[in-house]
């Protein structure tokens, strides 16, 4: 039976962790998860709601040493609960949140450790970590289907080992001196599952506890981390901290996924953040698969046992930490063995009356308008059956843009764009209802949409 480490740290002393700017050593971190694992509850299936990173990743540890599934649902909604609990009726919750008010049986994580003290491990000899079975499914994510019902994808230990170390080995990170990884994304989202608890328990290096939103605070954390270090983050939260109006910290690394990023703000995060930028490509179906330097390259480069094959207008990923031949939800140009170009997403087309453009080339337009702090078009109604695969009935957009009114921009836009693509209604907001890692649902939207009709209506009464 194959098996790998759970963590990759060469002696007890090696810090794994830091909070605050303090470190938590490898051996540390061990004690505390067999001391977890042997006090969970029956149910094989756990939803780690843990707040703070290293908490989060004890947690995960302590349920692979107890051959228990972690759950990673793409939200926490109550629907989304409803659904899970009818996925896995003998799932419970382990958090750290006092306020946690989810609708499953809760373990809480800090009273599992009333009267422990982990012993004191030297900070010399080499560290026993314990083996997981390869094959051991250690985590179920979820992604929504068209249905709204959570779709399962399954992840075994070994091919997650086998996704982080092909990272890890990509970024540098295996060699060399060990990076502090600090984290603007939740541990339970995929890119940070991946690229800051995995990651760092994987290729030697340290996570960071805190997970900071604002941009003092991110500032705050990067500079409370020891060098080298990373910034493992969004598009979304690199343009607020390079729009900050002061001086950022630097960095020697700084990874974004989860939304294609421009060339502009690549290099200007670069510029400022004084490091190399990294964009990873990937999806909670199949992981991370690609990386580009995007200031200086628009082309891809695959993992390098994975491989991409085109089906019609339909490309698919393969191979190496891959479970299973997956359809993947973008366009793309298959360039060779080992690269390929993005050109955008499937769902990102828009066709109205008889003209094309897309959402993404529609929110360039209109975030470059001066003013403008944050805009997106979206759908405000689902396309019918005569719209077509890529159509749409109804185009709003939402926008912050302080100072300025929704007839001047209207009036901007008419200049960048065909008015057939103006939006109706354009709703003018004080930000827009980004989840976590800085996306936005398109439930969300379409409620401001609404409320917006709504009130249009209750004024005209």
Same mark, same amino acid.
């Given at each position: 039976m194959n098996t790998s480490a759970l963590l990759s740290h060469d002696s007890p002393g090696a810090v794994l962790a830091y909070r605050g700017g303090a470190p938590l050593t490898a051996g540390h971190f061990l004690a505390e998860a067999e001391h977890l694992a042997a006090g969970l509850p029956p149910g094989r299936h756990v939803l780690n709601l843990c707040t703070d990173r290293y908490h989060f990743t004890v947690a995960f540890a302590a349920c692979l040493l107890a051959g228990k599934v972690s759950l990673l649902p793409s939200t926490h909604t109550t629907e989304m609960i409803a659904q899970l609990l009818k996925f896995a009726p003998d799932a419970f919750c382990l958090t750290d949140d006092g306020g946690c008010r989810v609708a499953l049986p809760r373990v809480d994580y800090a009273g599992r450790f009333d009267g422990f003290t982990p012993p004191a491990p030297g900070s010399s000899g080499v560290l026993r970590a314990p083996r997981i079975p390869d094959e051991q499914l250690a985590a179920i994510v979820f992604t929504s289907g068209s249905t709204g019902a959570p779709i399962p994808y399954r992840k075994t230990w070994g091919r997650l080992v086998r996704c982080v170390r092909a990272g890890a080995a990509r970024l540098e990170l295996l060699a060399g001196a060990r990076h502090t990884l600090v984290g603007t994304v939740p541990a339970?989202?995929?890119?940070?599952?991946?690229?800051?608890?995995? /990651?760092?328990?994987?290729? +030697? #290096?340290?996570?960071?506890?805190?997970?900071?939103?604002? !941009?003092?605070?991110?500032? *705050?954390?990067? &500079? *409370?981390?020891? =060098? %080298?270090?990373? /910034?493992?983050?969004? !598009?979304?939260?690199? =343009?607020?901290?390079?729009?900050? +109006?002061?001086?950022?910290?630097?960095?020697?690394?700084?990874?974004?996924?989860?939304?294609?990023?421009?060339?502009?703000?690549?290099?200007?995060?670069?510029?400022?953040?004084?490091?190399?930028?990294?964009?990873?490509?990937?999806? @909670?179906?199949?992981?991370?698969?690609?990386?580009?330097?995007?200031?200086?390259?628009?082309?891809?480069?695959?993992? $390098?046992?994975?491989h991409l094959t085109g089906d019609g207008d339909t490309t698919f990923a393969a191979g190496g930490h891959i479970e299973q031949r997956t359809?993947?939800?973008?366009?793309?140009?298959?360039? +060779?063995?080992?690269?390929?170009?993005?050109? +955008?997403?499937?769902v990102d087309l828009v066709n109205l009356a008889g003209k094309r453009s897309s959402f993404g080339y529609l929110n360039a337009q209109l975030n470059a308008i001066p003013g403008v702090v944050d805009g997106v078009f979206f759908s405000s109604a689902p396309a019918d059956e005569h719209?077509?695969? @890529?159509?749409?009935?109804? /185009?709003?957009?939402?926008?912050? *843009? $302080?100072?300025?009114?929704?007839?001047?921009?209207? &009036?901007?836009?008419?200049? =960048?764009? &065909? %008015?057939?693509?103006?939006? =109706?209604?354009?709703?003018?907001?004080?930000?827009? %209802?980004? #989840?976590?890692?800085?996306? /936005?649902?398109?439930?969300a939207l379409q409620a401001l949409a609404r409320e917006y009709a709504r009130q249009r209506g209750s004024s005209c009464n």
């Amino acid at each position: 039976m194959n098996t790998s480490a759970l963590l990759s740290h060469d002696s007890p002393g090696a810090v794994l962790a830091y909070r605050g700017g303090a470190p938590l050593t490898a051996g540390h971190f061990l004690a505390e998860a067999e001391h977890l694992a042997a006090g969970l509850p029956p149910g094989r299936h756990v939803l780690n709601l843990c707040t703070d990173r290293y908490h989060f990743t004890v947690a995960f540890a302590a349920c692979l040493l107890a051959g228990k599934v972690s759950l990673l649902p793409s939200t926490h909604t109550t629907e989304m609960i409803a659904q899970l609990l009818k996925f896995a009726p003998d799932a419970f919750c382990l958090t750290d949140d006092g306020g946690c008010r989810v609708a499953l049986p809760r373990v809480d994580y800090a009273g599992r450790f009333d009267g422990f003290t982990p012993p004191a491990p030297g900070s010399s000899g080499v560290l026993r970590a314990p083996r997981i079975p390869d094959e051991q499914l250690a985590a179920i994510v979820f992604t929504s289907g068209s249905t709204g019902a959570p779709i399962p994808y399954r992840k075994t230990w070994g091919r997650l080992v086998r996704c982080v170390r092909a990272g890890a080995a990509r970024l540098e990170l295996l060699a060399g001196a060990r990076h502090t990884l600090v984290g603007t994304v939740p541990a339970q989202h995929m890119y940070g599952f991946e690229s800051t608890v995995l /990651l760092a328990l994987q290729s +030697g #290096n340290a996570l960071t506890a805190e997970r900071p939103f604002y !941009p003092a605070d991110v500032c *705050a954390a990067i &500079d *409370a981390a020891p =060098r %080298p270090r990373a /910034l493992v983050s969004t !598009p979304v939260h690199l =343009r607020t901290l390079v729009a900050a +109006g002061f001086g950022l910290p630097p960095l020697d690394l700084i990874l974004s996924a989860t939304a294609p990023l421009s060339a502009e703000l690549a290099r200007s995060a670069e510029l400022k953040f004084q490091g190399r930028l990294i964009e990873i490509y990937g999806s @909670t179906e199949t992981g991370q698969i690609a990386t580009r330097r995007t200031a200086e390259a628009t082309r891809w480069q695959l993992w $390098p046992d994975v491989h991409l094959t085109g089906d019609g207008d339909t490309t698919f990923a393969a191979g190496g930490h891959i479970e299973q031949r997956t359809a993947l939800c973008d366009v793309i140009e298959i360039l +060779g063995e080992h690269e390929f170009l993005l050109l +955008g997403r499937t769902v990102d087309l828009v066709n109205l009356a008889g003209k094309r453009s897309s959402f993404g080339y529609l929110n360039a337009q209109l975030n470059a308008i001066p003013g403008v702090v944050d805009g997106v078009f979206f759908s405000s109604a689902p396309a019918d059956e005569h719209a077509g695969f @890529t159509g749409v009935t109804r /185009l709003a957009a939402a926008v912050v *843009a $302080p100072g300025l009114s929704a007839a001047g921009l209207i &009036d901007q836009l008419r200049e =960048r764009i &065909d %008015p057939v693509f103006l939006p =109706r209604p354009l709703l003018m907001v004080e930000r827009l %209802p980004r #989840n976590a890692t800085g996306k /936005l649902p398109l439930e969300a939207l379409q409620a401001l949409a609404r409320e917006y009709a709504r009130q249009r209506g209750s004024s005209c009464n």
